[in-house]
């Protein structure tokens, strides 16, 4: 079950964007990547860690991380979790898909996504750490 991972090709839309219906519609691609996934699995009810890698064209993007996440967290509501409260910990990446990578122990799911050589991202839905026996490293 957990840790899950999918991919989405193409790039992110912003939760920032003016366009509600291309942002609905946006979602839609995440959630069926999720649930072709997923599979039977019925949603967790526990704490989650989210990490997504966009890995796009070019230098830079034009989305800020944050805006980046809200849409993918809000389309697997009802397909990985219950409701996005349960996500404690997240990390967003952004990474030119030209680049150098080391792939020793690289999921075969990640591996196709880079085959097809289209901007896509990467997610992956695992456990969160347990805050009370992990520390943040302040003493």
């Known amino acids: 079950m957990l840790p899950f991972e999918f991919t989405v090709e193409g790039p992110p839309l912003s939760h920032q964007t003016r366009d509600r219906s291309r942002l ?6 995440v959630s069926r990547a999720a649930s072709w996934r997923w599979r039977e699995n019925a949603p967790v009810a526990e704490n989650l860690r989210v990490t997504v890698t966009y890995y796009h ?7 800020d991380n944050d805006n980046l996440l809200k849409p993918i967290q809000d389309a697997l509501i009802g397909v990985v979790y219950i409701d996005d409260r349960q996500i404690t910990d997240t990390m967003v990446r952004e990474t030119a898909i030209d680049g150098s990578f080391h792939v020793r122990g690289a999921s075969w799911v990640l591996l196709e ?9 990467h ?11 992990q520390g943040w490293g302040i003493r």
């Open 123 to 133: 997610i992956i839905v695992g456990p969160a750490p347990d805050h009370a026996t």
């Open 57 to 63: 064209e070019g230098l830079e993007t034009r989305i």
């Open 113 to 121: 996504a880079f085959h097809r050589g289209n901007e896509f991202l």
């Open 24 to 29: 609905r519609a946006w979602k839609l691609p």
